[in-house]
């Protein structure tokens, strides 16, 4: 699924984010990515979603060398990956329905679909109640909610998180955890950059940790072992 051969991520100014980094996620897997801040996580994720491109190595996405995809491609491939991010990024002018069913309008979706798989998504994080609510009435884990359900209504076969739960109490970063397990347990892959060292350890999944650009623990690698 995911395949980084000794990549690195240079900016301009001369800041290495990613040195050398080598990483295999295998499909259907579930892994978090760990380390501390400004440890390259975030960059890692932007380089997986085509925000960010390896300034040497290869990164590789279902068998796609995503260092030569093209700009008019990358649309395209994004619509394998879902997306959440810590702030949520919702559209707070438009109600709850509106922000999920934003990923299928844009692909074109007949409107019997949308509100068929829009409804389906938002049911799936608990807030089919909510479908007509604004985002600015909900609290901080509900709009977190709100974002999982945008970010898998075109049902994808890969969810990346960067900190999903870093403004949450430790009930709702559970809460929102266990909707990523749940998502797993269906075969979706799914990479959650988080720092909440307790949950994770609690999940038992697979971690990979990085420290100042560079990969200091892979769980992966030991499960390519076995």
């Known amino acids: 699924m995911i395949q980084f051969h000794n990549v690195t991520k240079r900016y301009p100014g001369g800041y290495e984010a990613l040195t050398n980094v080598s990483l295999n996620l295998p ?21 997986i979603s085509l925000i960010e491109k390896p300034t040497r190595g290869q990164a590789i996405l279902n068998q796609i060398n995503l260092n030569t995809v093209s700009r008019k491609r990358i649309p395209y491939i994004r619509r394998n990956i879902g997306i959440i991010f810590q702030d949520h990024q919702l559209l707070f002018d438009r109600p709850v329905f509106d922000n999920v069913a934003m990923p299928l ?3 074109g979706y007949a409107h019997p679909e949308i509100r068929k798989r829009t409804r389906a998504a938002l049911d799936k994080v608990g807030l089919l109640h909510k479908e007509k609510s604004m985002p600015i009435t909900l609290s901080g884990g509900e709009q977190q909610r709100v974002g999982i359900a945008r970010a898998v209504v075109h049902k994808p076969m890969l969810l990346l998180a960067d900190e999903p739960t870093g403004n949450l109490d430790p ?3 559970r809460e929102i ?10 075969g ?12 994770i ?5 697979p971690v990979v940790t990085l420290n100042q650009g560079s990969v200091i623990h892979n769980d992966l690698e030991r499960d390519d072992d076995r």
């Not at 499909?27 to 380089?47: C, D, N, P, R, V």
């Not at 955890?177 to 269906?186: A, K, L, P, Y």
């Not at 979706?188 to 949950?199: F, G």
């Not at 350890?201 to 999944?205: D, F, R, V």
């Open 27 to 47: 499909a259907g897997e579930m892994a978090f990515l760990t380390g501390h801040s400004g440890a390259g996580k975030s960059t890692l994720l932007k380089i």
């Open 105 to 107: 309008i844009i692909q």
């Open 188 to 199: 979706v892959s799914v990479l959650v950059a988080s720092h909440d060292l307790n949950l």
């Open 177 to 186: 955890m266990q909707i990523f397990v749940e998502f797993h347990q269906v």
């Open 171 to 173: 009930v709702l970063s």
């Open 201 to 205: 350890e609690e999940l038992q999944k």
